[in-house]
């Protein structure tokens, strides 16, 4: 079972650095890294110097998260996803974790997991989730429980429910792990599975006021289209 992790970057630092270093130290060695440069004003690739394997893409123009990372998805021909983002670190079992869960069920389209949150690249909080959970419709309805760093999809996936909603600069992640549980079975595993890296009073798109006011309105929408979604499966 082969690979791609993909990593959108958008004028990233020497975290990006870190990031690929951390895909490198895998203890699966059936993959390979995609970067996808989300038009950024510095130099992407002149980072990835001592990365002469991974595959590097420029957009023309930004295409904000969700579009980054479905340049990636299509440029890809392996069997499954993985997420990282730029700033993050991947644990070094995850993809070992991750494919062993999706090579015993078929019925499984995505793996996600838990994950431990690094405040300034210094201070390492306690694990996020301090019990197992199951991932499921019913829940995501509630609210987002998948980390995209945690995520891994089967390719064949996304030719199912789509790619990323590139109109979302916010909560895209969120709708994409909701589509996928409209129509798969999705496997926690209570393992760590990355590191999210916080800076407080940052500059990520995340932490962005204009990024931030639309996100409500987001959740709202998805939620609302997702059970549209549901309910015309069942009248028909």
């Known amino acids: ?47 990835l110097w001592d990365f002469p394997s991974v595959k590097y893409i420029r957009n023309d123009k930004n295409l904000g998260p969700g579009g980054a990372r479905n340049v990636g998805i299509k440029a890809s021909e392996a069997d499954c996803i993985s997420f990282l983002d730029a700033d993050d670190i991947m644990h070094e079992d995850k993809l070992k974790l991750s494919t062993k869960a999706l090579s015993k069920r078929e019925d499984i389209g995505m793996v996600c997991g838990n994950y431990r949150v690094m405040v300034d690249r210094e201070k390492l909080l306690d694990v996020f989730y301090k019990n197992p959970i199951r991932v499921d419709h019913a829940l995501l309805m509630r609210q987002n429980f998948v980390a995209s760093g945690t995520v891994t999809v089967r390719r064949s996936v996304f030719d199912d429910v789509g790619f990323f909603d590139e ?35 940052g500059n990520s798109l995340t932490q962005r006021d204009d990024i931030q006011l639309r996100h409500n309105d987001n959740i709202r929408k998805i939620k609302q289209a997702s059970m549209e979604r549901i309910g015309e499966k069942h009248d028909r």
């Not at 979302?168 to 798969?184: G, H, N, Q, T």
Request: overall charge negative.
């Open 1 to 47: 079972m082969w690979v791609d992790i993909v990593i959108p970057a958008y004028n990233p630092g020497k975290e990006l650095v870190e990031a690929v270093r951390s895909c490198f130290g895998q203890s699966y060695k059936k993959y390979s890294v995609i970067v996808v440069d989300d038009h950024s004003s510095i130099d992407v690739k002149k980072l």
């Open 167 to 201: 109109t979302l600069w916010i909560a895209e992640d969120y709708d994409m792990w909701v589509r996928i549980s409209e129509k798969y079975n999705i496997e926690y595993l209570h393992k760590i599975l990355y590191y999210y890296s916080v800076v407080p009073n």
